[in-house]
């Protein structure tokens, strides 16, 4: 059994796709980001940045002691190791998939996360910070399109983890008012991905589907909220104030 420790946001629904695509037994423990669950001294001995989601494999391959990982990139190159699944053994098809599962987490995921924090939490007058991750995250989106030009999956031919990695990031491009109609190539992957029966079964579970307050384009926060999301209580988590 695996616990998931989940938030319905992209990095979480990527876990949840790779889970049932590999068929493993998972248990979903979700947090409410807003009310601060993940600040918990409990968490932090799960996942010292205090950031969602996060795993304990209580079944590790070989036995021994539940195995720990955080971070959506290291969880997924994890569960595609342990299930043989989804990332080649070697060679050009294994560094296709992680320069892929890296620009991700490195580039995508992190754009897309600030152009949503300025679009969607910011107050007023952010014009110049809207303005540079919209565009970046526009540019990565044309450098994903083009790739997606030449090739059925962003690694390759085959379906893997960079792929399931990549495709929960839509609400980025939702959030900035852009159209999977705009990218061909991109809406055809898009399609082809969320076709598949684990990924529907992934977005259709109760247990893992987004609150309003995750997918609106446009939040007002309390300042409890705010604190637990981007201020003193968030920061506090990691100094154990």
Do not use: C
């Not at 384009?217 to 300042?223: E, G, N, P, S």
Request: charged share 20%; net charge negative.
């Amino acid at each position: 059994m695996i616990d998931l420790h989940y938030s319905a946001t992209p990095n979480g629904q990527k876990i949840a796709i790779m889970l049932e695509e590999i068929g493993a037994p998972y248990r979903v423990l979700s947090y409410d980001i807003f009310n601060g669950d993940q600040l918990t001294e409990a968490f932090g001995r799960i996942n010292p940045n205090h950031k969602l989601p996060a795993i304990v494999d209580q079944n590790p391959a070989g036995g021994g002691e539940p195995v720990t990982v955080f971070e959506s990139g290291a969880i997924l190159q994890y569960l595609a190791e342990k299930s043989g699944r989804f990332l080649p053994a070697s060679g050009a098809a294994r560094a296709a998939t992680l320069s892929w599962l890296t620009w991700q987490v490195a580039g995508l995921g992190p754009m897309g996360g600030q152009a949503s924090h300025f679009l969607r939490y910011a107050p007023a007058g952010q014009d110049y910070a809207v303005e540079r991750y919209t565009k970046e995250v526009t540019r990565l989106l044309t450098v994903l399109e083009r790739r997606l030009e030449k090739s059925a999956y962003v690694a390759g031919d085959d379906y893997t983890i960079a792929d399931m990695a990549i495709w929960p990031g839509r609400a980025s491009a939702f959030v900035m008012g852009m159209v999977l109609d705009d990218w061909p190539a991109m809406h055809d992957w898009f399609e082809r991905i969320r076709a598949r029966p684990a990924v529907a079964r992934a977005m259709g579970r109760e247990d893992l589907k987004a609150p309003a307050k995750y997918i609106g384009r446009h939040q007002t926060l309390d300042a409890r909220e705010w604190s637990n999301m981007f201020g003193d209580a968030n920061h506090a988590a990691v100094k154990g104030d």
